[in-house]
């Protein structure tokens, strides 16, 4: 099957049923080879490339629009049926409401644009999401919401091989790989607003709003 069917508005797929069909999985040379281009990714002003909303498990939803909410995150994501190790309480974590990524380390790694979304990330920017260039508290404003970066790490795992193959969790997981956040930056919402693929990404004062 093709990895997105349309269905209510929005691309829809299995991510589990997707990840088994053939896709080419980079060396590490290939790899290395894309690292000076994720680099070049704008600090300050960049561009909302991709949403995607996790109705369950496995399950994506590409949109073109989508609202965020400090209670809810991406509104219809399931973060809010996530039982977490991390609080007390079991409870959804909100340090780890959104999950952003490199659009340039998802089209290195994924290879085909419609395996983008394999990776269960919800906001794909072109945005540089290294540790020096957006610390924990950074806040950035996307369309007419507010989100913020928070401290947890986000790492690849067993899904992100099956995705992308074992060179590319080697890659995101490595010392560099952290450093620039190859695999991502968690996030939460400040302000709620919506947002649109294609808005800009700009980088906001700390006390913004």
Not at 37 to 57: M, N, Q, S
Not at 81 to 90: A, C, F, H, I, N
Not at 102 to 131: K, M, P, T, Y
Not at 177 to 195: E, F, N, P, Q, Y
Request: a negative charge.
């Amino acid at each position: 099957m093709t990895f997105a069917q349309r269905a209510g508005g929005a691309d829809i797929a299995n991510a589990a049923e997707a990840a088994t069909t053939d896709a080419k999985h980079l060396s590490s040379a290939e790899l290395e080879a894309g690292l000076d281009w994720i680099r070049a990714a704008p600090a300050d002003h960049g561009r909302l490339e991709l949403i995607v909303r996790r109705p369950a498990v496995d399950l994506r939803e590409v949109l073109d629009e989508a609202l965020l909410t400090p209670t809810e995150g991406v509104v219809g994501d399931n973060w809010r049926l996530r039982k977490s190790s991390s609080t007390p309480d079991g409870a959804p974590d909100p340090d780890r409401q959104l999950t952003l990524v490199n659009a340039r380390l998802i089209s290195l790694v994924a290879v085909q644009r419609e395996r983008w979304a394999l990776a269960g990330d919800q906001l794909f920017v072109d945005f540089d999401l290294s540790v020096d260039g957006a610390p924990a508290g950074t806040r950035l404003e996307i369309g007419s919401a507010l989100i913020e970066l928070t401290e947890p790490p986000h790492l690849g795992c067993a899904k992100f091989v099956s995705r992308y193959g074992t060179e590319a969790m080697r890659f995101v997981n490595s010392t560099t790989g952290r450093s620039l956040r190859l695999r991502g930056a968690h996030a939460k919402v400040i302000v709620s607003g919506t947002v649109h693929q294609g808005d800009a990404v700009t980088r906001a004062d700390p006390a913004a709003r």
